[in-house]
């Protein structure tokens, strides 16, 4: 039934929008705290278009967090999985870019290009979209030697939540949880070879990790 309902065009609309209304209702009862907003938000000011980066396990309140009178876009699948999760997203104002990562690697990198090269920002999740988790890909740092932007690490934490069961391990916070929403340094890619793109990528991997980690022991910390 619902896989019928996911491959129609009303219903997979109707669905899509229908988890946007749900999260946003869940993000609605977390208590938020987002360290450094006054800083982050001036430092957008300054930019024309950032690379935003996070894990997989972190995704659903992403698109909550992010402040909306910045344009923010991501790419999505042309398939009904991805069509249902654009119109999710665009609960919360994020555009939608159509291309895959798998199959077509270059035509999504280039749409993403382009958005970078008009002055807005685009989303990636450099383990997704079938992991391994926590292992990040080449995408990120192709699409900063591509479009001379830098790449953010952002992450989020919460003292409740569950935790699903897939490759991601995706981390679903509880209602009336205590979250803290954390913004990383910008990170500039140079351009290069193979070599240099691998150590940037090895850098971000390392920069992501660490960061998930601490804002999951600050989160724990405040919670004892």
């Not at 219903?11 to 209702?25: D, F, P, V």
């Not at 382009?114 to 989303?123: K, P």
């Not at 919460?158 to 916070?173: A, E, F, Q």
Request: aromatic letters at 10%; proline letters at 7%.
């Amino acid at each position: 039934m619902i896989k019928k309902m996911i491959r129609s065009q009303l219903g997979n609309a109707l669905i899509g929008l229908a988890m946007g209304s749900i999260i946003a209702l869940l993000m609605i009862t977390i208590r938020w705290r987002i360290s450094d907003k006054a800083k982050f938000c001036q430092f957008m000011r300054e930019q024309k278009g950032i690379i935003m980066v996070f894990w997989h396990e972190r995704l659903m309140p992403m698109p909550w967090l992010w402040p909306s009178y910045f344009k923010l876009y991501a790419l999505q699948s042309p398939h009904p999985d991805g069509k249902m999760m654009s119109y999710a997203i665009g609960c919360f104002g994020v555009k939608t870019v159509w291309g895959s990562s798998n199959r077509s690697p270059l035509s999504g990198l280039r749409g993403l290009k382009r958005v970078l090269d008009s002055g807005h920002s685009v989303a990636i999740t450099p383990d997704g979209p079938r992991g391994p988790a926590r292992v990040c890909a080449f995408g990120p740092v192709a699409i900063a030697q591509m479009a001379g932007k830098p790449i953010v690490p952002m992450c989020w934490s919460v003292d409740r939540y569950w935790k699903g069961s897939g490759w991601d391990k995706l981390l679903i916070p509880k209602p009336f949880s205590q979250g803290i929403f954390v913004v990383g340094e910008p990170i500039y890619v140079e351009k290069g070879g193979r070599n240099s793109a691998e150590l940037a990528r090895q850098k971000l991997e390392l920069v992501m990790n660490e960061q998930a980690d601490g804002v999951d022991k600050i989160i724990n910390g405040l919670s004892e």
